[in-house]
Nanobody, 122 residues
């Protein structure tokens, strides 16, 4: 079993930055692909970014490309999402996920965190 705990969310003005962290425990996620998703009220869960277990391959949603950066530190069992140039439409609960398949599909991930709220004011 893997437990994932996100942190780093908060309230920020448009144009600002936040860095989210996802700490894994219970079992190493060193061999898992990791992903970040987000869900705004009344909307479906949306893919944000994913990273391979080596960290050598990353994929981003078009809506965040060039503004967000996903990274991982396998020694710390932690994945990060650096979010710059934030926009009000980035407001959502951000969730991290772990799975053997590195895809943009949420149903391919085996473990999920509870999420951290990100609110971007205009």
């Amino acid at each position: 079993q893997v437990q994932l705990v996100e942190s780093g969310g908060g309230l920020v003005q448009a144009g600002g930055s936040l860095r989210l962290s996802c700490a894994a425990s219970g079992r190493t996620v060193r061999r898992y692909g990791m992903g970040w998703f987000r869900q705004a009220p009344g909307k479906e869960r949306e893919f944000v970014a994913t990273i391979s277990w080596t960290g050598g391959s990353t994929t981003y949603a078009d809506s965040v490309k060039g503004r967000f950066t996903i990274s991982r530190d396998n020694a710390k069992n932690t994945v990060y999402l650096q979010m710059n140039s934030l926009k009000p439409e980035d407001t959502a609960v951000y969730l991290c996920a772990a799975g053997f398949m590195v895809t943009m599909a949420s149903n391919s991930y085996d473990y999920w965190g509870q999420g951290t709220q990100v609110t971007v004011s205009s």
